[in-house]
């Protein structure tokens, strides 16, 4: 009997950062609960970019907190390769995110050169919204990159906490 093979899940800055964010409760419920319960159920996976982001966070507190859980959770890292770079620029240039957000562009871009099941985000704006997937999905498939799930962590398992 063979092991059922994980999702390969991407994560997006906002999700490590939601953990600890007070500013939006139910949204940082979710996250640690997810994180408690669903998060093994993944191979997990960040970009090399969010790593940078992160960085740049004036809390020092939030800042290693953070890093510790992307560590604790195994979360692998993804560097930014020039392949991701070319492919975030023609989301940009194709207005599947704008190009004010090169960042978000980078997250998707690496997610689907390596091949990334999905991603999770809580990025409405650039990322989960029907607009932006929709581009993406006819970028991905006419330059031969895989379709890739982008959603909430409540598509990934965390629903069923949002009524806690």
Same mark, same amino acid.
């Given at each position: 009997?063979?092991?059922?093979?994980?999702?390969?899940?991407?994560?997006?800055?906002?999700?490590?950062?939601?953990f600890f964010?007070?500013?939006?409760?139910?949204?940082?419920?979710?996250?640690?609960?997810?994180?408690?319960?669903?998060?093994?159920?993944?191979?997990?996976?960040?970009?090399?970019?969010?790593?940078?982001?992160? $960085?740049?966070?004036?809390?020092? /507190?939030?800042?290693? #907190?953070?890093?510790?859980? &992307?560590?604790?959770? +195994?979360? =692998?890292?993804?560097?930014?390769?020039?392949?991701?770079?070319?492919?975030?620029?023609?989301?940009?240039?194709?207005?599947?995110?704008?190009?004010?957000?090169p960042e978000?562009?980078?997250?998707?871009?690496?997610?689907?050169?390596?091949?990334?099941?999905?991603?999770? $985000?809580?990025?409405?704006?650039? /990322?989960?919204?029907? #607009?932006?997937?929709?581009? &993406?999905?006819?970028? +991905?498939? =006419?330059?031969?990159?895989?379709?890739?799930?982008?959603?909430s962590l409540?598509?990934?398992?965390?629903?069923?906490?949002?009524?806690?």
């Amino acid at each position: 009997m063979t092991e059922e093979k994980k999702i390969k899940l991407f994560l997006d800055t906002s999700i490590p950062s939601a953990f600890f964010d007070t500013s939006k409760p139910l949204r940082q419920l979710i996250t640690q609960k997810w994180f408690e319960n669903k998060a093994s159920l993944y191979d997990l996976y960040i970009g090399s970019i969010a790593l940078k982001e992160i $960085s740049k966070l004036e809390n020092l /507190i939030k800042k290693q #907190n953070i890093r510790d859980l &992307i560590f604790d959770h +195994n979360v =692998k890292i993804l560097e930014l390769s020039e392949e991701a770079v070319k492919l975030a620029d023609e989301y940009m240039r194709k207005g599947a995110i704008p190009k004010s957000e090169p960042e978000d562009a980078c997250h998707v871009a690496i997610a689907s050169v390596n091949c990334i099941d999905a991603l999770a $985000s809580w990025n409405f704006k650039h /990322i989960v919204s029907m #607009n932006p997937i929709r581009k &993406i999905y006819e970028i +991905n498939t =006419k330059l031969g990159y895989p379709i890739i799930g982008i959603g909430s962590l409540e598509l990934f398992g965390g629903a069923e906490y949002g009524n806690l």
